[in-house]
């Protein structure tokens, strides 16, 4: 089932901004336990993150795809999953819920609506962490969502997990978190000076990973298209009466025994078609939640 425009917008919205709350909000909740041990600071994110992230990809995955990130966003509409015209709603989606999220995680623990980071995460080092953070981040994605698709919202929160902490940057991979994180000056907060380095690099991560996949799955993509073009070409034509008259009505077989010639198809050619085409949509984990 494929829901309309607003729902899907509405979904990101939520999704994303309930995925910043949990980053926010386990960041100045580890930070005010830890009793100033980063590690155990980084910890506690850590395990909120992951934890919320797989149980928001199971709530909305069935609604918008749960793509909750401008990078997805535009790598799923790169392989056609998306429309071109829907991605503008759906970043704006991203991003407004994500400002949200820091907002909300504000207000819970009584800090000001928004306050510019002064947390430094700057050089090239980090930079490329994050290149790294999200290569990895939509590698899991292209590969679980084109052949183990029932275990992606868990592999994508496992991964986040372990990023955490084997890159530099701990692995913020999303454009709109790093907007939103900028407005908050705590643990988890980043400069906005260091926002741009960010952002670039996470859409070249994406893009880098999309183009890799593309050759390590290459008959995925090529035969969508092939099966896309079959399908249209394949459409029937309309009967002319004069061509109906020639078609013998069948017999109404209401109350005769089935002697073997009449086996019930087990899948309606219309459902098969519509099973083919959404294996291949893009991400496409939306479809079987």
């Known amino acids: 089932m494929k829901f309309n425009l607003r729902v899907r917008f509405t979904a990101e919205f939520l999704g994303t901004a309930f995925l910043v709350a949990a ?28 934890a919320a992230l797989v149980s928001l990809i199971l709530t909305f995955g069935s609604i918008s795809g749960a793509h909750f990130n401008p990078a997805v966003t535009l790598a799923d509409a790169l392989e056609r999953g998306i429309p071109w015209p829907e991605v503008p709603a759906y970043v704006t989606a ?35 962490g994050e290149f790294v953070a999200t290569f990895g981040l939509l590698s899991v994605i292209w590969g679980c969502s084109r052949l183990r698709l029932t275990v992606l919202p868990f592999a994508v929160a496992s991964y986040i997990t372990a990023a955490y902490w084997f890159t530099s940057s701990t692995s913020f991979a999303n454009p709109a978190v790093t907007i939103a994180r900028s407005l908050s000056n705590t643990f988890a907060g980043i400069r906005p000076a260091d926002v741009p380095w960010f952002i670039a690099a996470q859409f070249a991560g994406a893009f880098a990973a999309t183009l890799l996949f593309r ?65 291949c949509h893009g991400v496409g984990w939306e479809h079987i939640w």
């Open 94 to 128: 991203q991003c407004a819920g994500a400002i949200l999220g820091a907002v909300v995680a504000h207000l819970m623990f009584r800090l000001p609506l928004y306050s510019l980071s002064s947390h430094a995460r700057a050089g090239w080092s980090l930079v490329f």
């Open 23 to 50: 980053v926010v909000g386990s960041g100045i909740m580890g930070e005010r336990l830890a009793g100033g041990n980063v590690a155990i600071a980084l910890l506690a994110n850590t395990i909120a993150t992951g």
């Open 215 to 279: 050759r390590l799955v290459p008959t995925f993509a090529s035969s969508c298209r092939r099966d896309s073009r079959s399908s249209s070409q394949a459409r029937p034509s309309p009967v002319s009466d004069s061509d109906r008259s020639l078609i013998a009505p069948q017999p109404d077989r209401g109350g005769e025994e089935c002697r073997g010639d009449c086996q019930a198809d087990p899948q309606p050619r219309a459902a098969q078609e519509t099973t083919q085409g959404d294996m």
